[in-house]
């Protein structure tokens, strides 16, 4: 058994999950929207294994290293820590139905590593020999794992939102829309996840400043992916200002929340597309 | 007059203390920050200028476009961003700390009817034994509480946490340390870079802005050299570096392993592993010609560049020289030298001649046969140095601003007052974050307040 099949059951069950969480929209069927989630879980149980295993393998090829260290690897971890998110979510607030809008995330991350990209082992560069990659790595991606969760929850305020406005007078008793949370709840959901995303971005930008200046003498240095990292900050910073004192709640919030995770997804990817820097993943491209 | 001044100063004022500044500069920020990402930054590289019509290049370089995070106009937005955080901060601040020291110990009705959380319990007993039971359970449920007695009846007052309301001027605060830290580091700090050929020393390093900065101490290259991994990728660059004083080695600095990720420091100045290469100046390669049938060798020293004529009319021309081809050919290791042969009377022709493969040098089917044997040229290793007597200030500036934000975003102000009459007690909770989590507390607390006989 190899890691690499591993992450081809992971990419099919989060496939089943989506389709299972899209059945649970359809039917409202309870016990579907269970199945949905478990499957997802699984998932996630495989995908740890796997991640573990690839660890292990990298280590029988005498070039051990955390499996964190190019585009493929980077691609299957961000993915994991959304399905990480969304269980913490979906444990503390039971609102399964976020799945739907989150599982597909992890999803398009698991079918972009698994088809397009390559999945070799490789050494690790002298740049990347550190502890400091893991801390770095980890708090990062965490954060914008959690911002992927936010956005999720800020596409179902907008839908629930507009769906409201539009039947403000006929009594919305079915529907799919009856499944979604009330859209206060999305509200504060939106915020709880940023809640978690903010302090993990601001500890992944100081742990990324610290060995900049251990490897390079500089903490900071204006490449592209630092500078991208500080407008996220920024633009949720925004967010939280304009939540606390201006009372930017609702719909203002969840565009907020959209454009900060499509930043995000610039700083993590655009950065390394279309840009030049420090963080060109190893020969990951 | 005296007037218009005022509330002209007083519109600066209001203007530095607005959170709509804030929000309006945070965007700002991020937003210019996109071009500083987008333009190359410091040396154009010549293919930039190359595409980019000169009034362009003119408009952006009077804006400052290609220095951005240096220019005047983000300084400045920079500045101001401060300012509206301690202008905030100095507006708000006495409003948290009266908050905190004087609270509310005798509940109005006024704040008593918008408190959501409220709960009425029977006391069975006199008013001061209710006022004492009470006092007794929010002392061990809560925290000690503050006890006025206010027209017959009893208040009692306990909170937690109330210091949690400062967490967010303690991130705004770190913000300014790390400011500071970096204005520090700008002022007293510098960067730079060497490169120390193996074998020799520098006292000196060329600093970013051109001068040279006198390090106050030697240091030597004992050696230079690069490991790679069987597929070619490199895996270690490493120098051997000496510290010297006064010409002698310190002790506990003497042939210290130097690489990526693992520099030296010395009195406040660290070199870290950067570059390599090969010194050219002064150094000589050996390369051998023969005749296909083995006969005729001969050795002969050249420099990179140089050519040479053999007695037979072709001509050698040594274009260049690596001391590992890994990284170019994985397939092979060991030195070898890119030469230009022209055969006399042919064109000329460009191949790899290797130090460990004579076998394959033989392959070519030339008349003659090439062989590298080495050089006596030496490598060079190229550190980075920095000197940045402001770090430490952006570390504790950053451990704040993990605590602060630990703080703003996870504690919270919890207060609960009781209200102790003849026959009953009513209690009332507030908290400043996350309503929802107190609401069950408050219910738990008064569940048990149910149970016990008062």
Known sequence: ?285 | MATTQRSFAQSVWDFFCSLKLTIFLLISLALTSIIGTVLPQGQLPPEYVAQISPTKLQIYSKLGFFDMYHSWWFITLLYIFSLNLICCSIKRLPHVFKFISEPVLVLGDTLRNSLALKQEIPVSGSLTAGRDALADFLKREVASPVVTEHNGEYHLFAQKNAWSRLGVYVVHLSILVIFVGAIIGSLFGYKGYVNIVEGSSVTSVEARNGGMVPLGFEVRCEKFAVDFYPTGAPKEFRSILTVLENGQPVEGYKDVKVIVNHPLSYKGITFYQSSYGQATEGSEHYLTVGQRNGTGNESFAIREGESVTFKDGTTLRLLETVQDVRPFMPDFSGAAARVEVAFKGKSPQTFIVFKDYPEINVQRGDDLVFGYQGTNARMYTGLQVAKDPGVWVVWLGCTLMVVGIFIAFFMSHKRVWIIVSKGHARMYGNTNKNQAAFAMQFEALADKLKIQKI
Request: charged share 10%; proline share 3%; hydrophobic share 55%.
């Open chain 1, 1 to 285: 058994m190899t890691s690499s099949m591993l992450f081809n059951v992971t990419t099919l069950a989060y496939m089943a999950s989506m389709v299972v969480l899209f059945a649970f929209l359809a039917t409202k069927n309870k016990s579907v929207g269970l199945a949905g989630t478990l499957i997802a879980y699984i998932g996630f149980f495989v995908q740890t294994v796997a991640i573990g295993l690839r660890w292990k393998e990298s280590y029988d090829m005498g070039v051990g290293h955390a499996p964190l260290s190019n585009l493929y690897e980077s691609v299957v971890f961000f993915s994991w820590t959304i399905i990480l998110i969304y269980m913490f979510i979906d444990f503390k607030y039971k609102y399964r139905i976020v799945g739907v809008f989150v599982v597909p995330f992890a999803l398009l991350g698991m079918a972009w590593a698994q088809l397009g990209l390559s999945n070799n082992i490789e050494p690790l560069v002298p740049a990347l020999q550190s502890n400091w990659l893991l801390y770095h790595v980890v708090t990062c991606f965490l954060g914008y794992a959690a911002f992927a969760v936010a956005c999720g929850v800020s596409i179902m305020y907008l839908i629930k939102a507009s769906h409201e406005a539009n039947n403000s007078f006929a009594v919305s008793a079915g529907g799919i829309m009856s499944l979604f949370p009330p859209t206060r709840v999305l509200d504060d959901l939106n915020y709880r996840a940023i809640m978690i995303g903010f302090p993990l971005l601001t500890l992944g930008i100081i742990t990324g400043a610290a060995w900049a200046n251990y490897a390079w003498g500089t903490y900071w240095s204006w490449d592209p992916k630092e500078t991208w990292s500080l407008i996220v900050w920024f633009v949720y910073a925004a967010f939280l200002h304009a939540r606390f004192t201006r009372g930017w709640v609702g719909k203002r919030a969840a565009w907020l929340s959209i454009i900060g995770f499509a930043a995000t997804i610039f700083c993590y990817l655009g950065v390394n597309l279309f840009l030049s820097g420090l963080h060109s993943y190893g020969g990951g491209n």
